[in-house]
């Protein structure tokens, strides 16, 4: 069956302007994630979704990041005024479960880079 | 607060040697454990994880895992290597029993080489 998709793949952004970046988690998961990997770094945690409801953001970095998942399905993640830091693979990841054991099925990733 | 050590950030093995990866976890109560591996360009896929069940746990492709609390380890082993285990692996924790899907808190990662 299909995996999570995320688009675009890659992303290229001026300093200062706004992206959005777009999750398809697999069908009927009802929790999502959203991470950012550094290059050369382990992915870090930036928010979660358990259906439409954000139940822990303490990962997002700035107020210029923001999360939403309205219908429980697709999430983006909006990033405002990039700055250079913000470059990164922006890894999306579903899971069917609602506990801590579940499988995280993870995307192939938004690779962002801000110039 | 959970957390992960990977050590060796570069693992280099002859096609056919054993792998062994490290990890170490630092936790308060015995987490969950997770090992993926990341191919170039792509996602993580899951080799294997331990929930508290059996402390040895075999995974894909030939992998397994054993948990060892006295040792607060969970290290990837392989018998024998092949050139297409070449690749980046992360060890990854998560909170048990939390009653919701938990984040993970990863490792920063083996890059395993396989020469022939």
């Known amino acids: 069956g299909a995996g999570v998709s995320q688009s675009p793949r890659y992303k290229v952004a001026k300093r200062g302007q706004d992206v959005a970046l777009r999750c398809d988690p697999i069908s009927g998961h009802v929790s999502l994630f959203w991470y950012q990997q550094a290059l050369g770094q382990g992915p870090e945690f930036l928010t979660y979704f358990q259906n439409e409801a954000q139940l822990d953001k303490s990962g997002l970095p700035s107020d210029r990041f923001f999360a939403e998942r309205p219908e429980g399905s697709v999430s983006t993640l909006k990033i405002q005024r990039t700055q250079q830091e913000d470059s990164a693979v922006y890894l999306c990841a579903s899971s069917p479960l609602l506990t801590s054991a579940g499988t995280q099925y993870f995307g192939p990733g938004t690779r962002l880079l801000v110039l | 607060a959970q957390s992960v050590t990977q050590l060796g950030s570069h693992v280099s093995v002859s096609e056919g040697a054993l792998v062994l990866l490290r990890c170490n976890y630092s936790?308060?109560?015995?987490?969950?454990l997770f090992w993926y591996v990341q191919y170039p360009n792509q996602g993580l896929q899951l080799l294997l994880k331990?929930?508290?069940?059996?402390?040895l746990v075999k995974g894909i492709n030939g992998f397994e895992a054993e948990f060892k609390k006295s040792e607060t380890s969970f290290h990837l082993t392989k018998p024998s290597a092949h050139m297409s285990d070449a690749a980046e692996y992360f060890c990854?924790?998560?909170?048990?029993?939390?009653?919701?899907?938990?984040?993970?808190?990863f490792g920063t990662g083996t890059r395993l080489q396989v020469t022939l």
């Open positions: 331990y929930t508290s069940a059996a402390t």
């Open positions: 936790s308060s109560v015995p987490p969950y």
């Open positions: 990854a924790v998560s909170a048990p029993n939390t009653g919701t899907a938990s984040k993970l808190t």
